[in-house]
């Protein structure tokens, strides 16, 4: 955070830079079934820039 001045600070907030990925695997087994699940969610970047202000 970066005061401005008495009134305004601006804020910056940076999320997940790497873009880092979650993979995720559950087996399950119940006789005689069994079955696998896999997901794979892409890391998305972001950022944000506020201007906060005191009225």
Do not use: C
């Not at 880092?20 to 997901?39: E, G, H, I, N, V």
Request: no cysteine; aromatic share 10%; net charge positive.
């Amino acid at each position: 955070m970066k005061r401005l001045n008495a009134q305004f600070n601006l804020r910056l907030s940076l999320q997940n830079l790497l873009q880092a990925d979650t993979r995720r695997q559950a087996d399950y087994t119940a006789s005689p079934a069994w079955w696998s699940l896999a997901s794979t969610d892409t890391g998305t970047r972001a950022v944000l820039l506020a201007l906060e202000g005191k009225w």
